[in-house]
């Protein structure tokens, strides 16, 4: 009986432990859909830091798993969005061209012009963010354009790697 205890003690602890990470430290996803191409494929697994969001707030160019504002039928629980405007911010869609704060945002992580109609001005409203897809041809995201600004607390975690393929693993 003795050595059964010293084994189920320390695998009680590893437990624990694993489980108390998972729920606030980090978590793994696994992107679906094409709403953020060409930053993150479907079927790619991200590493997603949850504390982050728990000691600071969210900064414009994260990428963020968040609970869906508009959930659809049979869809997922979290999508993942790019922050694109923060709390004060001011967003405008003109001619395929995202501006915040009056500025044209240099957008790197995108290989189109935005091809939806003109947006905004809009302000972000205190506690809020502005989240959009990087995928910009039309229909492509279902965003902060449809279903309005999403409160901070909605955000799951910054996602941090993509860890599945290897051959797509890097730093986000």
């Not at 160019?61 to 049979?74: E, F, H, K, N, Y």
């Not at 500025?103 to 091809?115: G, H, K, M, S």
């Amino acid at each position: 009986m003795k050595k059964l205890l010293d084994w189920i003690k320390p695998l009680a602890a590893a437990i624990v432990i694993a489980v108390a990470l998972k729920l606030f430290v980090f978590d793994l996803t696994i992107v679906g859909g094409i709403s953020m191409e060409p930053t993150l494929r479907s079927g790619e697994r991200l590493f997603v830091n949850k504390i982050g969001y728990r000691l600071g707030g969210p900064d414009r160019g994260d990428i963020a798993v968040l609970a869906d504002p508009a959930p659809t039928p049979g869809g997922s629980k979290y999508i993942v969005k790019r922050v694109v405007g923060i709390a004060g911010d001011t967003i405008e869609i003109r001619g395929g061209v995202l501006y915040v704060n009056g500025e044209r945002l240099a957008e790197p992580y995108t290989d189109v012009a935005i091809a939806s109609p003109d947006f905004g001005p809009f302000k972000v409203e205190p506690g809020k963010v502005f989240v959009m897809g990087d995928n910009r041809r039309s229909g492509a995201s279902r965003d902060s354009r449809s279903f309005g600004t999403v409160p901070e607390g909605r955000l799951r975690g910054k996602a941090e790697f993509i860890l599945w393929p290897v051959a797509r693993w890097k730093k986000l």
